[in-house]
């Protein structure tokens, strides 16, 4: 739906006429910072889309702007905590998470979210990661993998596909890749969804699903690097590399998760993965608490 607002201004030519300009919003500008705006991200990024979806999911939702806040780390994806219009905070590398557990436990009422890249949560922020997910922090960890570190250089880091080729792995990377929803599944996630930026009504709506869950809840999000990863790789322009995820994408609920490795020119399995409910960490402290209080009582 387009936004409209009008303002008031004054004539130079004419001052004692009055002329209303008519000015055209963009449906996401409402929760983000206009005065940030534009923003850094290179032509063809992915990471404006996926943007784009979780604004639409926080309406979908209804959720807040007042209650929300979104924490992010250092790298592309870790600018977007600087664009919205909410409680935000950018922290350093790989702190993301622990920060966000941090205001999570301060003030439950907030509803908190991790939006960074690969990089950032599970190459320096990896320990955080898998621990908050063991823990089950009341988190939504949204992941945006383009599979290298594109702000500095395009190196490779724990997603970059077997083979890929990158400023650190000109030759191919002859390193295995992290499976992400199988590993936010391992340490204890209780909601995994994976999507492309292609697919942004999914997105939307998996967002917005995992906004009503408690519990640690991940989604990635794969997006082209067309200027870093996707130049090295040859996988053309940012459109060709979406017409790929078009050709390539395989919708697969609740699939075995070792069924969900990528690769530079196989199948991409996304869906939801996993949907359980179990006790989130501050449900566990606060029965600790309560039985300590009844044996305190008890002993008087």
Known sequence: MTMV??????????????????????????????????????SGCGIGIAVNAFVAAIKQANIDLDKLC???????????????NCNSFHTTHGRAIPFAIGLHLANPELIVTVFSG???????????????????????????????????????????????????????????????????????????????VLDLGRLRNSIAEAFQKRGFRFIEVISPCPTNYGRRNRLGEA???????????????FAPLEECELSLDGPIVVGKFVDIER????????????RFEESEEGEQ
């Open 70 to 84: 979104v924490v992010s780390g250092i790298g592309c994806s870790g600018r977007v905590a600087g664009y919205m």
């Open 118 to 196: 690969d990089g950032d949560i599970v190459a320096i922020g990896g320990n955080h990661f898998i621990h908050a997910a063991r823990r089950n922090v009341d988190l939504l960890v949204i992941c945006i993998n383009n599979f290298n570190y594109g702000m500095t250089g395009g190196q490779s880091g724990p997603t970059t596909h077997l083979r890929g080729r990158t400023t650190t792995t000109p030759y191919g990377n002859p390193e295995y890749p992290f499976n992400l929803p199988r590993l936010a599944a391992a340490a204890g996630a209780v909601y995994v969804a994976r999507w492309t």
């Open 5 to 42: 607002r009008t303002e008031n201004l004054v004539s130079v030519e004419m001052p004692e006429t009055e002329v209303v300009e008519v000015v055209f919003e963009h449906p996401s500008e409402w929760a983000l910072r206009r005065d940030r705006l534009p923003h850094i991200w290179c």
């Open 279 to 290: 006790p989130t960490l501050l449900d566990m402290i606060r029965a600790q608490q309560k």
């Open 239 to 253: 459109l060709d590399e979406l017409r790929k995820y078009k050709e390539r994408t395989v919708i697969k609920h």
